[in-house]
């Protein structure tokens, strides 16, 4: 079965400091790779997606980068964190392919910014 | 533009009662995909339905159904008699899927609907 790990699952950071988010997918190959971040009271905004390593697909203007060094592993940087960062990051992925599948979820950062 | 309105923000319920998740989209798309999610307090996301637009048939799993109309661009969830493990909030999103091309499964999400269900 496919398993998806994300981490750490909370981080206090101050201003200014930089980010990595990990993310690991197991069981799968090739899976199409998704960061999210849920702001208070919000619904989900898609950060980055991925198709493939190396492969990187941003979807808002932000303080935040992403890349796909290895098939199944994907991590949400910053070099610089601003308070609007603060957030929960989610992490996703589904199966390559048409139609489009579910995508699965890991269990979340929960990022402050000081 | 894709759009997916949650117009509840909130909902209490008792338990036992039966409750109705509002679900109402916007896209150019012949072709596209219908979700619900549920989050827990927990925070991770769990997938729960998809429908593709040309499956117009409701569905029933359990204690859950869901009722999606193409005319009034409407995919609505329903939960009988309500227990209190089904708090959490629940999100309605929407894929794009062109015939011949690719979607990448970019979700479009709703705003999510926060239910309560007191015992």
């Known amino acids: 079965s496919q398993t998806i790990h994300q981490w750490p699952a909370t981080l206090v950071q101050p201003v200014g400091s930089p980010l990595s988010l990990e993310c690991t997918v197991e069981?799968?190959?090739?899976?199409?790779l998704y960061w999210y971040r849920q702001a208070a009271g919000r619904g989900l905004q898609l950060l980055f997606y991925?198709?493939?390593?190396?492969?990187i697909s941003s979807e808002v203007p932000q303080n935040l980068s992403a890349s796909r060094p290895q098939d199944r592993q994907f991590i949400l940087s910053s070099k610089k964190l601003l308070l609007s960062d603060s957030g929960f990051y989610l992490c996703?992925?589904?199966?390559?392919?048409?139609?489009?599948?579910?995508?699965?979820f890991g269990d979340g950062t929960r990022l402050s910014i000081l | 533009a894709q759009k997916v309105t949650q117009a509840q923000t909130e909902i209490s319920v008792v338990e036992k009662e039966d409750v109705t998740l509002d679900c109402v989209y916007e896209t150019r798309d012949t072709t596209y995909y219908l979700f619900w999610y549920k989050q827990p307090p927990s925070g991770e996301l769990v997938f729960l339905i998809r429908r593709n637009s040309f499956d117009e048939q409701n569905e029933i799993s359990g204690r859950y159904s869901w009722n999606f109309q193409k005319s009034t661009s409407s995919f609505n969830f329903t939960i009988t008699a309500s227990q209190v493990v089904d708090s959490a909030v629940y999100f309605c999103a929407l894929s794009e899927w062109k015939a011949g091309g690719t979607s990448y499964g970019k979700l479009t999400f709703g705003q999510g609907t926060i239910l309560t269900v007191h015992p």
């Open positions: 991925s198709v493939g390593i190396g492969q």
């Open positions: 996703a992925w589904s199966r390559t392919g048409v139609p489009p599948t579910p995508q699965h």
């Open positions: 069981g799968t190959s090739n899976p199409n």
